[in-house]
């Protein structure tokens, strides 16, 4: 069975490889910039500690001083000094794709 997307985004014009691996570069810098943009902004927000900012389209808001606690099995299984058997058998092997995109030096 292919992986291939079944439909393209309406933002999709590439017609060769070098075409879509440029298209991507660009999206994945404007996305860069977008989530900069954003923290920037959520920033502000909390720096003027406000709580609720409602707006003609959206309502923001911001809780402070949440705490979460996560134990670290890891750490805890290290300390218990288990055998390399019963850490293999409790061991998950994964595979997956990873795509790594850089620019293009001129």
Do not use: C
Not at 5 to 33: K, N, Y
Request: hydrophobic fraction near 40%; charge should be positive; avoid cysteine.
């Amino acid at each position: 069975m292919s992986n291939l997307p079944t439909s393209s985004p309406r933002f999709f014009d590439a017609t060769d490889d070098g075409a879509v691996a440029d298209q991507l570069g660009a999206l994945r810098a404007e996305i860069d910039t977008l989530k900069k943009a954003a923290e920037f902004l959520e920033d502000l927000l909390k720096h003027k500690r406000v709580v609720e900012a409602e707006g003609a389209l959206f309502r923001v808001r911001i809780t402070y001083d949440i705490e979460s606690r996560r134990t670290s099995w890891k750490d805890v299984a290290a300390k218990l000094n288990p055998s390399r058997q019963l850490v293999q058998a409790h061991t998950k092997v994964s595979v997956s794709d990873r795509v790594l995109v850089t620019a293009k030096r001129k």
